[in-house]
């Protein structure tokens, strides 16, 4: 089994458009989307026959108003600021710690188990698919991300499928440490902005921390030379494998809006393109 | 008077609203601070070239264990209650401080005493300026450090140092980072009003639907800029101006879809500097920003 996870410190680089074209091409995968904050790879997947499980993560604190004696020690207390002025709660602020029901005199606060959003297992024409959505503003993506491995983990074996194709989310925080540790390789997309090369060299210096390899897709290669070459030359000292670059096309948004991936939307152009990323992924060690 | 700039889905130009909005704010003379809330890949800095004036460490809180005062086995309501596994019983107490979220339960908790406040590193917070010397632009970068998880309580602090000198009476901007859950919502806590970025796209718009719906759960006030405009040329892509409008959300500004602009933001440039035609259009996203404003929160406010 072979964990792929594409991942790039910056949003906005093309992960999700990278992640579908290589869903459209090479072997037979299992495709998992760990963006569970802001999933975008079922807009081109469009997945069906999906079952639908729901998440439970953490707790939340229930105040019962008629036990309430207006002490305000719960308010005094918290140190997220989930407690208003009048004790109203306000769960999206709420960590589920329970520190307010461990300290109401009046016992007039509980924890129940929280609803923190769902996960999906679906068909797409790409091959089986793991994805979820997290409540809005919810807590828990980490959880919720592991969630979505440990099921691709158990589809690719029930499927007989060696490879397992990850959408990574975002930043360098916790959904990104929950979708990276113990993957077999993460693949850095970045583009030649400032924004992009800053961002890249903290992700790749947390794939350092968790010891785990690293290659680099340059995408929108052509929209500045200089910075290109920084990032080619940031690569090559950092010994880095560069597998692909990518110049801009107007193709990504054309095929966006149809909801395909760029293999599909034109394959004479895209389908040699990432079959050979496919090639240089698989012969890493 | 605090105005956070977020989107759903990164990438769409957050930054570069919030570092092209807090620069020609700050030459028409108002005081402005640049919050920049995205700790886990902050860029704001990269635009300014701020002048750092100090830097400190962030701190969040963890517990201490004072092993010769625990009661020990019979007790162990600290790691009963901990509802993060921050603390196991391992023949005595062990604390595992990445886990923790530093909500202050095991303290409240134990009988004897045995557990302090202690603290753990998350990240650093740098302060820097430009701009002119008899009116700065300010500049507060949170960094989350690699291998970090948990990135609120940075924010946390980062908002905290906005409620002091010199940054507390000016206006502060937000540099938000993407998606819906805790950075964003620890990052729009409290603001007075929210600009949301989005690019007319079919991600840039699901992600939007997010965002609105995280600020209408929260109950706070926002409009919407539609960064890159007509970059989907050629093909029909209303679905987004008819969508803001069924939804009755204030379009704030547009910004053309420019090679020119992409180019200039690549480099690490400010719009209204290497094209300075784009400063009206901040000029007119602030003024839109204040009309939409809930009145008692646009006036005054950032008077130098």
Known sequence: MRELLVISGKGGTGKTTITAALAASGPAKVIADCDVDAADLHLIARPHQTVTTPFYSGQRAVFDKSQCIDCGLCQEKCRFNAIADGIRHRPELCEGCGLCAFICPAGAIRMEERLCGEWYCSDSRFGPMVHAALGIGEENSGKLVTTVRTESNKMAQEHGVEVILTDGPPGIGCPVIASLTNTDLALLVTEPTRSALHDLKRIAGLTRHFRVPAAVALNKADIHSGLADEVRAWCHTENIPLLAEFGWSDDCTKAQLLGQSLVEYRPDAWLPVFEDLWQKLLALP | ?304
């Open chain 2, 1 to 304: 008077m605090h105005i956070a700039i977020a989107s759903g889905k990164g990438g769409t130009g957050k930054t570069t609203l919030s570092v092209n909005l807090a620069a020609r704010l700050n030459r028409t003379g108002l005081r402005v601070t640049l919050a920049d809330c995205d700790v886990e890949e902050p860029n704001s800095h990269i635009f300014l070239s701020p002048e750092w004036i100090r830097e400190e460490e962030a701190h969040a809180p963890v517990p201490r264990i004072n092993q010769e005062r625990c009661v020990g086995e019979s007790c162990r309501i600290c790691v009963r209650e901990c509802r993060f596994k921050a603390l196991a019983w391992m023949g005595e107490v062990m604390d595992f401080p990445e886990l923790c979220h530093g909500c202050g339960l095991c303290m409240e908790a134990c009988p004897a005493g045995a557990i302090t406040e202690g603290s753990r590193v998350m990240g650093v917070l740098s302060h820097g300026t430009t701009g002119s010397a008899d009116n700065p632009l300010h500049l507060v970068s949170g960094k989350l450090r690699i291998g970090e998880a948990m990135s609120p309580p940075l924010i946390r602090a980062l908002l905290e140092e906005m409620q002091s000198p010199p940054y507390a009476d000016g206006i502060v901007l937000r540099d938000c980072p993407p998606g819906t859950s805790c950075p964003v919502i620890t990052s729009l806590e409290g603001a007075d009003y929210t600009v949301l970025v989005t690019e007319p796209t079919p991600f840039g718009m699901h992600d939007l639907r997010l965002a609105v719906e995280t600020l209408r759960l929260l109950g706070q006030p926002f409009g919407v800029v539609i960064n890159r405009d007509g970059m989907s040329v050629g093909m029909e892509h209303t679905a987004l101006n008819d969508w803001l409008r069924d939804e009755d959300i204030s379009v704030l500004a547009r910004f053309p879809y420019s090679q020119a602009a992409a180019s200039a933001c690549a480099a690490g440039s400010l719009l209204i500097d290497a094209l300075p035609e784009t400063t009206g259009i901040y000029d007119a996203l602030w003024q839109a920003i204040q009309g939409n404003m809930p009145r008692q929160q646009a006036g005054g406010a950032g008077n130098a």
